[in-house]
């Protein structure tokens, strides 16, 4: 089955594309540095002929908010009408848990701008809502460095591996769409402040981590609900444990 993989150059679409090929799957990775740009549309008919299945794992290039909001909502539009031209039957895209819940967030509001897109375009598809990577972990700790120290919210996360997110995508991809959202998230709830501390700890990183109840997760203040699934999610394999001594050990 050929299996279109919007972003399939970037971190989890790399994941997806090995994985659909080690099926067995035709899977093709499309990216502007593969000569697809969802943004203006350029490449995207002949990318998408004979697709039975498109991933969505694209990511803008930019995450201010007017340039974010701009890329999902351009490249949506773009998406969903070459997916009905060629005749495309599931799509698939990942998405942010909590999404919804935290409108001060630029991102997440591009992200929802984009379900909004799918949901309305016609073509079955089965939206897959990630808890925050790992891999994410350098990115949040630099941006919530001040003088030096670490200040984040002490609110619960339930982060997952890359790893789990792609093989889910895959899975999902393969099957028939459900019309609806899944929640992925990983084994273990911990506080934002702790998970950071043990990040940072580990790699010899001296920075001080502060609990700090109005630190802004990129313009937002946190709760324990914002950023963790509801029930039913599916959960990852993967312990923050065994993925950090991987990473270290890397």
Avoid at 110 to 129: C, D
Avoid at 137 to 166: F, W, Y
């Amino acid at each position: 089955m050929k299996i279109v993989v919007i972003g399939g150059t970037g971190l989890i679409g790399r994941k997806v594309v090995s994985a659909l090929r080690q099926e067995g799957h035709e899977a093709t990775a499309a990216s502007p540095n593969t000569g697809v740009d969802t943004v203006t549309g350029k490449g995207l008919a002949g990318a998408l002929a004979g697709a039975k299945v498109v991933i969505d794992v694209a990511n803008s290039p930019s995450f201010a908010d007017e340039a974010v909001m701009a890329f999902f909502q351009a490249s949506g539009r773009n998406l969903m009408a070459a997916e009905a031209d060629a005749g495309v039957g599931h799509h698939v895209a990942l998405s942010v848990v909590g999404a919804d819940r935290l409108p001060d967030n630029g991102y997440l509001r591009a992200k929802v701008a984009q379900e909004a897109l799918i949901k309305a375009s016609g073509i079955p598809y089965t939206i897959v809502r990630s808890t925050q990577f790992f891999e994410f972990l350098d990115g949040i700790a630099d941006s919530s460095t001040r003088d030096g120290q670490v200040r984040v919210s002490p609110a619960h996360v339930q982060p997952v591996a890359s790893d789990d997110v792609a093989a889910l995508v895959t899975k999902v991809a393969t099957l028939a769409p459900v019309n609806a959202t899944i929640e992925l998230a990983g084994p273990e709830r911990v506080s934002l402040d702790d998970l950071v501390r043990r990040y940072l700890q580990a790699k010899g990183d001296p920075r001080p981590v502060l609990p700090d109840i109005h630190a802004r997760y990129f313009g937002s203040e946190l709760n324990d609900k914002s950023l963790t699934p509801g029930a039913g999610a599916r959960i990852g394999a993967t312990p923050f444990d065994t993925w950090l001594h991987r990473s270290i050990a890397h």
